[in-house]
């Protein structure tokens, strides 16, 4: 069994097995990590949860491992998780980027998890929730969740964070660079990355597109979405972007955003897990079961409407 109080006490191998817990299939594994859950809820919720997106080759893992050094080197603990639907094709992205993470990894106050590669219910990013909050009760005060700008789960992302950062590259002709307009909306800052060599001028020329570009985008938030450039690869620029997310923090919660936006967040994933359990509860219905098949046939045959259809089905709830 785990034990709530190694948990508690950031022991690594504990915080792991709940994590495995957390990821398993079995229903019955479920029930116990829900369980668990439970019990550290209330120790969770005190860590700095910041997501970060691009395209691949961008240089996530690089800056992550730069910023998360840099984090412990100011005394964060600081855990590293990801969200990435693609990888069971790819055999886990992050996987492969400990390697590239290998400093990182070798910190006592790092924890790096791959992404799962299998979500139940409410999806990979479930899980990333749900190892989140691991996390938190385990004494992480910065969580940084990685994804892969290219799919839908950055959306998911965004809404389990507290501050969502999107890697660019230096390149200001090509204006949004793969990533969605939607995306962009979505960020509390752009990082131009790779500012470094003979790419200096051109971030900074990126940088300034994309100023213009944000301020063009209106918003009624308190906070306006920043444009920074770093290198990754040199270190530089890291300690700015960590402090323009201090500052977004402790205007956030001055003025209320950050616990609204959070209660916001925690409802919208309420509301969606109620909405997964009601469709597998219909799949798993016996009667729904038998009678489905016949159901669906008559729509097909035009017997039917398919509203006729659906309201019989709701009716064996
Ligand atoms: N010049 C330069 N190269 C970088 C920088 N950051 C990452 N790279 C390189 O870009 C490539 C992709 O980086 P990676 O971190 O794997 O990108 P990811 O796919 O977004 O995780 C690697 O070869 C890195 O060494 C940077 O700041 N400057
Ligand atoms: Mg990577």
Redesign the pocket.
């Known amino acids: 069994m785990i034990d709530i109080k190694q948990i508690k006490s950031g022991n690594r191998r504990a915080l792991a097995k709940a994590i495995t817990l957390i990821e398993s299939k079995l229903d019955t594994h479920r029930e116990q990590a829900q369980d668990l859950l439970n019990e550290l809820l209330p120790h969770t919720g005190n860590s700095i949860r910041i997501g970060i997106t ?10 992550i491992e730069a910023f998360g050094l840099y984090l412990i080197e100011q005394g964060k603990k600081v855990a590293v998780l990801a969200v990435d639907p693609s990888s069971p094709i790819r055999g886990g992205s992050i996987l492969g ?1 400990k390697t ?1 993470m290998e400093n990182l990894s070798r910190e006592a106050n790092a924890y790096i998890r791959p992404s799962p590669s299998e979500g139940a219910l409410g999806g990979v990013a479930q899980k990333t929730r749900e190892t989140m909050l691991l996390c938190e009760a385990a004494g992480f005060d910065v969580i940084l969740v990685e994804t ?1 700008g290219v799919g839908q789960s950055e959306y998911e992302v965004a809404a389990m964070v507290d501050f969502f950062l999107v ?1 660019m590259l230096p390149n200001a002709g090509d204006e949004l660079q793969g990533i969605k307009r939607g995306i962009m909306e979505l960020a509390d800052a752009l990082l131009i ?5 003979e ?1 200096i001028n051109l971030a900074k020329q990126t940088q300034q597109h994309y100023k213009n570009a944000l301020h063009l985008l209106s918003s009624d938030s308190f906070w306006q979405p920043q444009v920074k450039a ?5 270190k530089s620029g890291i300690h700015d972007v960590w402090g323009m997310i201090l500052d977004f923090i402790q205007q956030a919660k001055e003025n209320g955003y950050f616990e609204h936006q959070r209660e916001k967040q925690t409802q919208d994933w309420l509301n969606k897990l109620i909405q997964e359990m009601l469709t597998l509860k219909l799949k798993q219905n016996p009667d729904v079961k038998s009678k489905l098949p016949q159901l669906q046939q008559d729509v097909l045959e035009q017997k039917l409407t398919p509203y006729h259809a659906a309201q019989q089905i709701i009716k064996l709830l």
């Open positions: 691009g395209i691949p080759g961008v240089g996530k893992s690089t800056f980027d590239r892969v890697l990355n790779k500012a470094d060599g790419s770093c290198s990754a690869l040199n």
